[in-house]
C-alpha cells in the first residue's frame, strides 16, 4: 500500500512538473496572445477637490464607478452599471470614459466609442444626472458626437458632429449647431490629419470661463488632394481619403473664430503673421479671462514659435512672447498662473531645456532651472505652496525622477530617487500623486504619494508578475557606453542570454528607433517588446539597443545636430556601434542584425543597405523610404521643404542605396497604415527588384501603423523569430 502510494505521488510529481513549467514559460503566444505578462495599472481620475478620485471597476458583467478616497483607500459606489439604460432601450451602455460637471451633479458619458485615426475617436454621449437618476442622450438626431463637454455652469454640452459645433440645452433638450459650413472640405471643432498626428490636436474648441462663448479651430482642408487607403478585402476595392500633406505640398488654411451662445455670432481673431507666411495654430485656449483668449503661432520651418493674446469681442491680436531657434521648436504649452498674470514655460533657448517664468506682456522675470541637463516632463505648479513640480534628467538620460522648484527659482528638490524612472500624475490641489516606477527588466509599481514623496499606500505593486519574472531567471539589460571618434559616447543596453559563456560567439540583434528627440536606453520597463528580446536571448541571441546622435535628454545640441540630413549622422552611429559589437570577442561579427518599426524602421532599412558589410540581416517595419512621402508638420520640422533641401532629401532615402543589398532583408508594412503609407515599402520594393535583390515582404491588409490585436501581432513576432533564427 504505502509503495502504492509513493509511487503515485511520484507520478502526480512528473505529471505536474511540465503544467509548473507550462505556467512561466515565455513565449511569443504567452506575451502577445494573453495578458499573462501584462502590468496591472489603476487609472485614478483626480476629483477637483484632491482628496478622492474615480475608478472603473467591471463586476458581475457591469461597469461600476467608484469614488475612493486618496488616503485611505476607502469606497464608495457613485454608479451602478446596470443604471445605465437609454430611454427606450433595455440594455445598458458601456462607459468608454467619462467627465464630471462642475459642481459634480452630473456626469458625461462616451459610449459605443469608435477609433478613426491615431487618437481621434467618435462616440454618443449621454449625461447621467446623479438627482434625479436619469440617463438623457446629448443628441437625439443620428451620427456620432465627438469631444463633447459640459459648459461651466452644466446648463449645455457642446459637441461636434459632421464637422460643425453643436450645442444641446440640457433642461429643454433644444439643440443648435453653432457652425453650419462643416463638410469634407471644412472642418469646425476638432482639427485634420497632420495636425492630430504631429501636433497632438484633436479637440479643436473651447469653453470661455463664464460659458457664453466657444473659441474653435476651423480647417480648410481643400487645398490637400486625397491619399487614397485601398481595401483590397471586398469584392471590388473601397477607397478611404485622407486628406494627407505631403512634404513641400500645401496645408490646410487654419482661422480661429469665436462663436456667441446667445446670437450665434462669430468673431475672427487675427491670426495671420506680419510676414504673410504658412503657419501653424499649435495651441489655444482662454487666457484665464473670458474676453481674452491664448494661442501659439509656429512657422513653417517651426523654428519661431510667437505667443498671442485676442481680444475675443474684436478679433484683434498681438503677439507677447517669442521663442527661435536656429533648427527647430518643440511644442510646449504655458501654464498660466496667478489669474492669467504670469506663466511658466519650458525653453530650450539656452541650450537646454529648462523652466522659465513669464509676466503676462513676455518679459521673463526669472529662470526658474538651471543645469546641463534637460527637464524633460512638467507636472503642473502649486500655486498656494509656490512650486513647479517636473522630472528631469538631471543625473544623465538614463532615469527619470520627479523634482520640485520654488516660483522663485530656489530650493531645487528631488523628491524621488535617482534611479529608474517615475511617471507621476498630481490631483488638482498639489497634496497627492500617483507614481507609476520602473526599472530595465522590473515591472512598474504605482504607488499614492504625498507631494514630499511619502507613500500613503501601494495601488498595484505587480508583485505576482515580478514573481513570475523572477521564476524565468531572466538576464536583465546591462547599461554601457559605446565609444565613438571624436570623444563621444552613446548610451546603450545589452542583454545575454540567461546561461550567456564569455568564451563562446553569439549572433547579437540591434533594436533601433533613433528618431529626433527619442529613446530606446533608459532604466525602465521595457514592455512587451522587452520581452520579446528576452524571448531571443534565451534562444541564443545577444540583444543590444544604442541611442544615436538626435535623441534626447542630452541637450538640444545632441538632438538638433541632425537637423536637415535626417539619417547621415544616426546611421553612422548605429553601424559604429555594430562595429564595437563586432569587435568584443563574445559577439559573431558575421551575424549582427538590427530591427525597428516606422522611425526605427526606416534605420533599419537605412543601415542595412549603408552598412552592408557589418549586417547580415535586418527587418524593417513600416518604413519611411523617401522623406518626400511623408507629411509636411513631422518632414519639415527636421528637413525644411525638398524644394529648399533637396540633397538633404536625397541623401536620407532608402531608396538612393537599394543596390548595395547585401543580406538578408524583411519589410514589414499594414496596407491600412494612414501614417507611413504602404507606398514607401512599395517604392523600395520596385527598386530592389530593378538592382535584381532578393528579399521578403509580409502584408497585412488593412492593418495601420501599429499592427493590432492579438492574433495578428502573434504572427508578427513569430515572423520575426523565425526569420532571425534562419538568417542569424
Not at 190 to 196: M, P
Not at 411 to 418: A, N, V
Request: glycine share 8%; net charge negative; hydrophobic share 40%.
Amino acid at each position: 500500500m504505502i509503495a502504492k502510494r509513493l509511487a503515485a505521488a511520484a507520478l502526480a510529481l512528473t505529471l505536474a512538473a511540465p503544467a509548473a513549467a507550462q505556467e512561466i514559460e515565455l513565449s511569443v503566444a504567452r506575451i502577445y496572445g494573453s495578458r499573462d505578462f501584462s502590468p496591472d495599472r489603476v487609472s485614478v481620475n483626480w476629483m477637483d477637490d484632491g482628496r478622492h478620485y474615480t475608478i472603473l471597476e467591471r463586476e458581475d458583467g457591469r461597469t461600476d464607478l467608484y469614488k475612493v478616497d486618496a488616503s485611505s483607500g476607502e469606497r464608495e459606489l457613485l454608479l451602478r452599471g446596470d443604471y445605465l439604460v437609454p430611454p427606450g432601450e433595455d440594455e445598458p451602455v458601456e462607459i468608454s470614459s467619462y467627465q464630471f460637471s462642475a459642481d459634480g451633479s452630473k456626469l458625461l458619458i462616451a459610449a459605443d466609442t469608435v477609433r478613426i485615426w491615431r487618437r481621434s475617436r467618435r462616440a454618443t454621449y449621454y449625461v447621467w444626472d446623479f438627482n434625479a437618476k436619469t440617463l438623457t442622450p446629448v443628441s437625439t438626431q443620428p451620427g456620432y458626437q465627438a469631444y463633447a463637454k459640459f459648459s461651466p455652469d452644466a446648463r449645455y454640452v457642446a459637441f461636434v458632429r459632421d464637422h460643425d459645433i453643436y450645442v444641446s440645452e440640457l433642461a429643454s433638450g433644444e439643440e443648435r449647431a453653432l457652425t453650419e459650413d462643416g463638410s469634407e472640405d471644412i472642418i469646425n471643432g476638432t482639427t485634420d490629419w497632420v495636425y492630430e498626428e504631429e501636433l497632438s490636436l484633436v479637440d479643436g474648441f473651447r469653453w470661455s470661463p463664464d460659458g457664453k462663448r466657444i473659441a474653435f479651430w476651423r480647417f480648410d482642408q481643400s487645398p490637400i488632394p486625397p491619399f487614397y487607403l485601398i481595401d483590397l478585402m471586398t469584392l471590388y476595392p473601397e477607397l478611404t481619403p485622407v486628406r494627407y500633406p505631403k512634404a513641400g505640398t500645401q496645408n490646410s488654411e487654419v482661422r480661429l473664430g469665436v462663436v456667441e451662445l446667445a446670437t450665434g455670432q462669430t468673431t475672427w481673431i487675427d491670426v495671420e503673421p506680419e510676414d504673410d507666411g504658412d503657419f501653424y495654430i499649435a495651441r489655444m485656449d482662454f487666457a484665464n479671462s473670458s474676453s481674452e483668449i491664448w494661442f501659439q503661432r509656429l512657422n513653417r520651418h517651426q523654428n519661431r514659435m510667437e505667443l498671442l493674446l485676442a481680444d475675443v469681442r474684436t478679433g484683434e491680436s498681438r503677439v507677447v512672447m517669442t521663442d527661435s531657434d536656429a533648427a527647430w521648436l518643440d511644442v510646449q504649452e504655458p501654464i498660466w498662473i496667478e489669474g492669467g498674470k504670469m506663466f511658466v514655460y519650458l525653453s530650450e533657448r539656452d541650450g537646454y531645456a529648462q523652466l522659465y517664468l513669464f509676466a503676462r506682456d513676455g518679459s521673463i522675470v526669472s529662470k526658474l532651472t538651471t543645469g546641463d541637463w534637460d527637464v524633460r516632463n512638467v507636472y503642473g505648479v502649486d500655486e498656494r505652496m509656490k512650486l513647479v513640480y517636473f522630472s528631469a534628467a538631471a543625473d544623465g538620460p538614463l532615469s527619470r525622477p520627479l523634482y520640485r522648484v520654488g516660483l522663485d527659482g530656489r530650493d531645487l528638490t528631488r523628491i524621488s530617487g535617482p534611479t529608474g524612472s517615475h511617471q507621476v500624475s498630481f490631483d488638482p490641489t498639489y497634496r497627492y500623486y500617483v507614481d507609476t516606477y520602473s526599472r530595465a527588466g522590473v515591472p512598474p509599481v504605482q504607488t499614492l504619494r504625498r507631494a514630499n514623496g511619502q507613500v500613503v499606500r501601494t495601488l498595484a505593486d505587480n508583485a505576482a508578475l515580478k514573481q513570475k519574472l523572477d521564476a524565468l531567471e531572466l538576464a536583465p539589460p546591462e547599461f554601457l557606453e559605446i565609444p565613438l571618434e571624436g570623444g563621444l559616447e552613446l548610451n546603450a543596453w545589452l542583454i545575454k542570454p540567461p546561461d550567456f559563456d564569455p568564451g563562446r560567439r553569439y549572433p547579437l540583434l540591434m533594436y533601433v528607433y533613433g528618431g529626433p528627440g527619442s529613446q530606446t536606453v533608459s532604466d525602465s520597463w521595457g514592455g512587451d517588446r522587452y520581452l520579446w528580446h528576452e524571448v531571443l536571448a534565451r534562444e541564443g541571441y545577444l540583444v543590444a539597443s544604442v541611442d544615436n546622435r538626435g535623441t534626447g535628454a542630452r541637450g538640444a545640441r545632441f538632438k538638433k545636430m541632425t537637423y536637415l540630413n535626417l539619417g547621415r549622422y544616426e546611421s553612422q552611429d548605429q553601424i559604429a556601434a555594430a562595429r564595437y559589437f563586432a569587435a568584443l570577442p563574445y559577439v559573431d561579427a558575421g551575424r549582427i542584425g538590427i530591427w525597428g518599426w516606422s522611425y526605427g524602421g526606416y534605420m533599419a532599412a537605412l543601415c542595412m543597405l549603408k552598412g552592408a558589410d557589418v549586417f547580415r540581416a535586418a527587418i524593417s517595419g513600416a518604413p519611411v523610404t523617401d522623406w518626400r512621402l511623408y507629411d509636411t508638420i513631422y518632414t519639415e520640422r527636421y528637413m525644411r521643404t525638398p524644394q529648399e533641401n533637396l540633397d538633404g532629401y536625397a541623401e536620407s532615402a532608402p531608396l538612393a542605396y537599394a543596390d548595395r543589398l547585401q543580406g538578408r532583408l524583411l519589410l514589414v508594412h499594414g496596407t491600412g497604415d494612414d501614417n507611413v503609407h504602404v507606398q514607401n515599402t512599395l517604392q523600395l520594393v520596385e527598386r530592389l527588384i530593378e538592382a535584381d535583390k532578393q528579399f521578403e515582404l509580409r502584408l497585412y491588409p488593412n492593418e495601420p501603423h501599429g499592427i493590432r490585436g492579438e492574433t495578428k501581432r502573434v504572427n508578427l513576432y513569430t515572423l520575426m523569430t523565425e526569420f532571425l533564427k534562419q538568417n542569424l
